[in-house]
């Protein structure tokens, strides 16, 4: 089946430090891919909507500076939170769309100290 | 826009009875449904997914659900609930620009021995 790999699991960074995370779909072209955010004991909040080769589309609230993502080839994705600080700190999730399929990255668990 | 409910943020049940977990979606008719688990700090897995045809679909581990249009809802339930199905089950339908995919806010199952 389709498989999303989702590097890292856990990043533990400085505050002001900016931190990659990397989302790829291993067995499948991927023309859209999802960035999602998730709070403890909550549902996925969409962050971004990312299309290869245009520019992601950001949802409401979601800053574009600070969470940037590259959508550079039909299987990789990146998010990087510039200028990391402790609220930034969180679950996040990303996903792979192919065909009428929605295929979730392990996620990473983001801690800012 | 579609929108997602999932009655019941917590559902409770001993080893061997059936689950139920509930989920409704917004009127109109969705072109897919999704329900999905997550395991704690993993990503999301795709239990099973309704498409077109059958209205009853099998999933993974046991589960299944029933599309039911009358009354816009789309349940899973498991005959006979096991340990390893306490999880955080998500019900999705996607819609709206891009294809993004609207989750519920997920249902708790515990699973008491």
């Known amino acids: 089946g389709a498989v999303v790999s989702q590097h890292p699991s856990r990043v533990i960074c400085k505050s002001g430090t900016s931190v990659k995370i990397e989302c790829r779909s291993l067995?499948?072209?991927?023309?859209?891919m999802f960035w999602y955010r998730q709070f403890p004991k909550q549902s996925l909040m969409l962050m971004a909507t990312s299309n290869e080769g245009s520019k992601a589309t950001y949802e409401q609230g979601v800053e574009k500076d600070k969470f940037l993502i590259n959508h550079a080839s039909l299987t990789l994705s990146t998010l990087t939170v510039t200028s990391a600080h402790p609220e930034d700190s969180s679950f996040y999730i990303c996903s792979a769309m192919g065909g009428v399929s929605y295929t979730f990255g392990s996620g990473t668990r983001l801690t800012v100290v | 826009a579609q929108s997602v409910t999932q009655l019941g943020s917590h559902v409770s049940v001993s080893e061997g009875a059936l689950v139920l977990l509930r989920c409704n979606y917004s009127?109109?008719?969705?072109?897919?449904l999704f329900w999905y688990v997550q395991y704690p700090n993993q990503g999301l897995q795709l239990l099973l997914k309704?498409?077109?045809?059958?209205?009853l679909v099998k999933g993974i581990n046991g589960f299944e659900a029933e599309f039911k249009k009358s009354e816009t809802s789309f349940h899973l339930t498991k005959p006979s609930a096991h340990m390893s199905d306490a999880a955080e089950y998500f019900c999705a339908v996607p819609g709206g620009s891009n294809y993004k995919l609207t989750f519920g806010k997920g249902t708790l199952l515990t699973v008491n021995p």
């Open positions: 009127s109109s008719v969705p072109p897919y």
């Open positions: 067995d499948f072209q991927a023309t859209t």
């Open positions: 309704y498409t077109t045809g059958a209205t």
